[in-house]
Nanobody, 115 residues
Framework: QVQLVESGGGLVQPGGSLRLSCAAS????????MNWYRQAPGKQRELVAA???????NYADSVKGRFTISSNNAKNTMYLQMNSLKPEDTAVYYC?????????WGQGTQVTVSS
């Protein structure tokens, strides 16, 4: 089994920055993809950033140039650096990894961008 624990969410003013972390534990091997999703109230969950081992990350158009996905394999942790935050970035953010054909999800962390 794989467990994902997220941290780093909170309240930030527009234009501010946050870094989300997602620590993985358990039997971790053959990671195919590492992703960050978000879900705003009344909206469907959307893919924000996607990464594959050795590949080039992809980002939703709405966050391109502002968000960066990364990982530290030695710590089994992935990150989402979020800069120049906007009110429309307010959502619950979820980390997701795919090992072979199985998806694992974090519990979600709230990000609120407001003055």
């Amino acid at each position: 089994q794989v467990q994902l624990v997220e941290s780093g969410g909170g309240l930030v003013q527009p234009g501010g920055s946050l870094r989300l972390s997602c620590a993985a534990s358990g039997t971790i091997f053959r990671i195919v993809a590492m992703n960050w999703y978000r879900q705003a109230p009344g909206k469907q969950r959307e893919l924000v950033a996607a990464s594959t081992p050795g590949g080039t990350p992809n980002y939703a158009d709405s966050v391109k140039g502002r968000f960066t996905i990364s990982s530290n394999n030695a710590k089994n942790t992935m990150y989402l650096q979020m800069n120049s935050l906007k009110p429309e970035d307010t959502a619950v953010y979820y980390c997701n990894i795919r090992i072979l054909t199985t998806h694992y999800w974090g519990q979600g962390t709230q990000v609120t961008v407001s003055s």
